[in-house]
């Protein structure tokens, strides 16, 4: 009670005093502050002013206020150490750090580009945290205070489902990011459809339908995920793929359930072109004479990856005046593959290594008889060289009994979705303003 009484007494004298100096400003000034005071109770217009509180600026699970912050990117002949160094962390604890966390990341392994953080809580002493992000998905945060350490945060990733379609104009990419995709779509439909459809002879009025996953870290596409279905019509025959996945199969199938990966995929390429067929009567670009070509030749830039087409055992990891760097595979008693004029070989490829259907075997080049980087393939049947790409391979088996059933329900949803996706052509390239216009190819 005495304290009730207390801050009524308290309130009153702060308003008495309030008002009696309203009322001297008010006849020394004039109107001025009464009119524009008097309608308000002061004690009111206290009480109701809004609390402004500042939010913290939180990133990497820091509250960055705390610390003096640097935050840059990793310049080229710049390693973290030598930042470390600038920032008071003595070469000793540098060591140590390297060496305590090289299971976790290799320091000496950042690259050009990457953004890094610094966080110390006296700009005078050493730093007490080093922030390293060598992807999007993920960053290592190094404590180096006391006992040093590194761990590896792996980002939260928002999943959406998008359906898409393009109709092809000019190439391929203007049909993919005309239609706001990121060409890493067009690597993972190609994936999916690379045992049936030659996307080195994709033409005019070519069209397709996805279903795919989009990766999204605050907002941001980071990615692409799983492609769960396609469509693609080339030259006026269509082929869909549809990804199913359980404990007995795992991959892209058609409607009937069949895998679409065969035993041999129709490039070793991605993404290049054919600049020679197979051919007994070619004139020979070097020898300048008529020499029959045995394979086929792929374009593409140096350095592009060679993949290998199916799998098997490597017979060969060499060089020849002719082919430059080849490598040669053994898949069964029947077929065998060669990659020429590499530019230089995957890590530990040489005779005896086993190889899987996709694996990284060397690298586009133009070694030996070459007037430019280039693959030259070629595929043996019973001992004889013949044109891959008339060969009719045997389509595997399809999926049985309760996998096949399951499969066949998801696959039923996703053709009716398909089918609803409209193709959309766009007049300008611009995915973002421009004027969409549905074509039926």
Known sequence: ??????????????????????????????????????PQSPTKSILNQPIQIKAPTIKYGFILDNFH????????????????????????QVDKLVQQSKDVFDLRKVRVGKKYMVLASDKDKAADYLIYEPSVFEYIVYDLKGETSAKVVKRP?????????????????NAIVDNGMSFEV?????????????????????????????????????????????YFKNKGKEYYAY??????????????????KKAFLKSPVQY???????????????????????GTDYAAPHGTPIQAVASGTVTKASRSRGNGNY?????????????????????????GVKVKQGDVIGYVGSTGLATGPHVCFRFWKNGKQVDHRKENLPPPN????????????????????????????????????????????
């Open 186 to 230: 067009a690597s993972k439909m190609e994936l999916a459809l690379a045992w049936h459809v030659d996307f080195h002879h994709i033409a005019k009025g070519d069209c397709f339908k996805l279903i795919f996953e989009e990766q999204y870290i605050d907002g941001e596409r980071v990615g692409v995920g799983q492609i769960q279905a396609a």
């Open 1 to 38: 009670m005495k304290l009730l009484t207390v801050k009524k007494l308290l309130l009153g004298g702060l308003v008495i005093t309030t008002i009696t100096a309203l009322a001297f400003l008010a006849q020394k000034y004039g109107n001025n502050i009464s009119t524009s005071v008097a």
């Open 327 to 351: 490598v040669k595979i053994k898949h069964d008693k029947t077929y065998q593959t060669q990659y020429l004029h590499m530019s230089r070989f995957a890590k530990g490829m040489r005779p």
């Open 243 to 260: 990804y199913y996945e359980d404990e007995n199969y795992t991959g892209f199938f058609d409607e009937q359930g069949r895998p679409m």
């Open 398 to 441: 399809p999926m049985k009994g309760e996998s096949l059933e399951k499969f066949k329900t998801i696959q039923a949803d996703y053709e009716k979705r398909l089918a609803a996706i409209e193709f959309v052509k766009e007049t300008n390239g611009e995915q973002s303003t421009a004027k969409k216009v549905i074509v039926d190819p």
């Open 69 to 92: 912050v640097t935050e840059n990117e990793i310049k080229k002949n710049e390693v973290l150490g030598a930042i470390l160094q600038k920032h008071h962390v003595p070469y000793t």
């Open 272 to 294: 290049a072109r054919i600049s020679s067929a197979y051919n007994l009567r070619r004139f020979h670009p070097v020898l300048r004479r008529v020499k029959a070509h045995l």
């Open 157 to 173: 990733i928002e999943t959406k489902v998008k359906e898409k379609s393009g109709v092809v104009t000019a190439s391929l990419w």
